[in-house]
């Protein structure tokens, strides 16, 4: 059996795939072990699982909190900015400290979050085969498919490929910054220097990613190595959150989420509150933590309850709409159990998220710079009275249902296992749909 090491994200939406693998693997026998901040430690040790601190000097115990805070404040070319400062210091402890606890622990695999651009890097020096886990919207480019960031719809004309193009230009030099301390590093160490960011640091063996196929846009330059697995979900980690079940009388349910991290724009949820008080509806409004209070908001309408956490998943399966941010996480779990969605994009990978469901057909999506009340509930109306919406999320569902994600990931992570480090192609599948 192998020792497998996960060079872990420490968002909650990126750690908790991780870990619904990492547990399967180690039902198969194998050992993970996990690399991460010391603010991941808890959630990660309290799974079972073993746990290695590194970057404690940039992100010592209880600044990540503070740090998520402000980038929940932030949006547009601000939230950027904010993101860019907190990788570079990521990266540069990564560099500092993990090749030496890696070959410590002398692994035969390790999983990089595709978010961690560096860790093909640290693999590579350490000659450790790597499989990349793409627990967010996967960012590998083809000239059809629009960059991640942006509410473009996936098009084929010859505008729309040179309009990719120059947002994938675009991308380039908003990331300059990571790429050249990624090639500082590699020129130190005597590797190849990278091109580019994010195709040169994906493993040639194989990329997990957990969207569905039928979420994704077609693929026509997608290796047989890339491979759409479905969500990454383990039940047995689900976190036990009190609510108040008796308050639901069976009037249709609305669920509203905007995630753990863009969580602390207050005039997105008072439009929430706004939009729905008319409605016949009953909602739950889920602050995500502790970013924002529910005595900020007052009294709300009876038919309205705000909280700071929910039990997410057993509420959007008994929800009649979900209003999101287009994190791709509430995105699954609406998908999951056949619920249509009205998305508000606020950062990140978001708006590429949303536009998938758009496609797919179970999402209307509401630019957050164009959010008002009005238009809001306008939305949510649509979304209500047109049964088309919630026809393509239970097709979604039936897609869903019919994968066994973890399994196959773990199945794919097998095969790599007996290719080793000669970077032969695993099989596999990606979509075409």
Same mark, same amino acid.
């Given at each position: 059996m192998a020792r497998i090491?996960?060079?872990?994200?420490?968002?909650?939406?990126?750690?908790?795939?991780?870990?619904?693998?990492?547990?399967?693997?180690?039902?198969?026998?194998?050992?993970?072990?996990?690399?991460?901040?010391?603010?991941?430690?808890?959630?990660?040790?309290?799974?079972?699982?073993?746990?290695?601190?590194?970057?404690?000097?940039?992100?010592?115990?209880?600044?990540? !909190?503070?740090?998520?805070?402000?980038?929940?404040?932030?949006?547009?070319?601000?939230?950027?900015?904010?993101?860019?400062?907190?990788?570079?210091?990521?990266?540069?402890?990564?560099?500092?400290?993990?090749?030496?606890?890696?070959?410590?622990?002398?692994?035969?695999?390790?999983?990089?979050?595709?978010?961690?651009?560096?860790?093909?890097?640290?693999?590579?020096?350490?000659?450790?085969?790597?499989?990349?886990?793409?627990?967010? @919207?996967?960012?590998?480019?083809?000239?059809?498919?629009?960059?991640?960031? $942006?509410?473009?719809?996936?098009? $084929?004309?010859?505008?729309?490929?040179?309009?990719?193009?120059?947002?994938?230009?675009?991308?380039?030099?908003?990331?300059?910054?990571?790429?050249?301390?990624?090639?500082?590093?590699?020129?130190?160490?005597?590797?190849?220097?990278?091109?580019?960011?994010?195709?040169?640091?994906?493993?040639?063996?194989?990329?997990?990613?957990?969207?569905?196929?039928? @979420?994704?846009?077609?693929?026509?330059?997608?290796?047989?190595?890339?491979?759409?697995?479905?969500?990454? !979900?383990?039940?047995?980690?689900?976190?036990?959150?009190?609510?108040?079940?008796?308050?639901?009388?069976? !009037?249709?349910?609305?669920?509203?989420?905007c995630g753990t991290i863009q969580n602390r724009l207050e005039n997105v949820f008072r439009m929430m509150i706004e939009a729905c008080a008319p409605l016949k509806a009953q909602t739950i409004i889920s602050l995500g933590g502790d970013a924002l209070s529910p005595a900020l908001f007052g009294s709300v309408p009876p038919n309205i309850k705000v909280v700071p956490y929910a039990p997410q998943r057993l509420l959007i399966e008994r929800a009649t709409l979900c209003i999101n941010h287009a994190g791709l996480n509430t995105v699954l779990d609406s998908l999951e159990f056949g619920i249509p969605m009205v998305s508000i994009p606020i950062a990140s990978d978001q708006p590429g998220t949303a536009m998938r469901t758009k496609r797919l057909g179970a999402a209307t999506v509401v630019p957050v710079a164009e959010l008002s009340a009005a238009r809001l509930r306008l939305e949510i109306q649509s979304v209500l009275a047109n049964s088309s919406y919630r026809e393509a999320a239970q097709a979604a569902a039936k897609e869903i249902a019919k994968l066994d994600p973890v399994a196959e990931a773990v199945r794919i992570i097998e095969r790599v296992l007996s290719v080793g480090n000669n970077y032969e192609r695993v099989d596999g599948g990606h979509s075409d749909s």
């Open positions: 090491g996960f060079i872990a994200h420490y968002a909650t939406g990126h750690l908790d795939p991780s870990m619904s693998l990492a547990r399967s693997l180690e039902k198969q026998g194998h050992e993970p072990i996990f690399f991460s901040l010391p603010d991941t430690s808890i959630r990660i040790t309290g799974a079972g699982l073993a746990f290695i601190p590194y970057g404690e000097a940039a992100y010592p115990a209880g600044s990540l !909190r503070v740090k998520l805070q402000k980038a929940a404040e932030l949006t547009g070319e601000a939230a950027h900015a904010y993101y860019i400062e907190r990788t570079m210091s990521l990266f540069h402890a990564g560099f500092e400290e993990l090749p030496l606890l890696l070959d410590k622990e002398r692994l035969d695999l390790l999983v990089v979050d595709q978010a961690h651009y560096h860790g093909s890097t640290i693999a590579e020096h350490l000659k450790v085969p790597f499989v990349s886990l793409v627990n967010a @919207l996967p960012v590998n480019r083809e000239d059809s498919v629009p960059p991640w960031n $942006t509410l473009w719809p996936f098009e $084929t004309s010859e505008a729309a490929i040179e309009r990719n193009r120059h947002g994938w230009a675009a991308f380039d030099r908003a990331y300059a910054p990571l790429l050249s301390l990624v090639n500082r590093q590699r020129e130190f160490w005597d590797l190849p220097l990278h091109t580019n960011l994010q195709e040169d640091s994906f493993s040639r063996l194989a990329q997990l990613c957990q969207i569905p196929p039928s @979420l994704e846009f077609p693929r026509a330059q997608a290796s047989n190595t890339f491979h759409l697995v479905g969500p990454l !979900r383990d039940e047995q980690l689900s976190r036990e959150v009190p609510f108040f079940w008796e308050w639901l009388d069976g !009037r249709p349910l609305i669920y509203a989420s």
